[in-house]
């Protein structure tokens, strides 16, 4: 298991599981009811799960391994009421950050406290952070960085 994270009212919790080399899950689990109400099969996996302060909606990515091949370039955005995909969200040959292509496969994620920009970074190679407005659900801003670098642990705050 990967990530496990509780709603506010604790009915539910959203997973991000793991069942192999490439593959993963996201599930979610009802907690009166003992039983998974929805799942889905996110190959090639090792992604991130961000869940949103007011409980409507948790963000994936699955940017994989580079065992099971090229990554797809996208994420997942969950509607928790709804307990649906929202919308897969491409970014490939929607940012402008990094050299063409433009194949950006998302690896860490996270929200700004007041749940208006969630900010996710690519899973490997040259390229920035990309700015992605919840409200609108598109890409407001990517900044671009030649630097090869793995990031990781990104962290967010809302300006005062």
């Not at 109400?37 to 090792?46: A, C, E, L, N, R």
Request: hydrophobic content about 40%; aromatic content about 14%.
């Amino acid at each position: 298991m990967r990530r496990a994270i509780p709603t506010s009212d604790e009915q539910k919790l959203l997973l991000y599981l793991f069942c192999g080399l490439d593959c993963a899950y996201f599930k979610v689990y009802d907690v009166q009811q003992d039983s998974l109400i929805f799942s889905d099969f996110v190959p090639p996996g090792s992604g991130e799960l961000v869940v949103s302060s007011d409980d409507t909606r948790a963000f994936y990515s699955y940017p994989g391994n580079w065992i099971s091949g090229p990554p797809p370039s996208e994420f997942t955005a969950f509607d928790i009421p709804a307990n649906s995909v929202h919308q897969r969200v491409n970014t490939a040959n929607e940012l402008d950050c990094v050299p063409a292509p433009w194949w950006f496969p998302v690896g860490e994620l996270v929200l700004t406290p007041d749940n208006r920009w969630l900010v996710g970074l690519r899973a490997s190679g040259a390229g920035g952070p990309f700015i992605f407005n919840t409200a609108t659900m598109e890409f407001e801003d990517c900044l671009f960085l030649t630097i090869n670098i793995q990031w990781k642990y990104l962290n967010c705050q809302t300006r005062p």
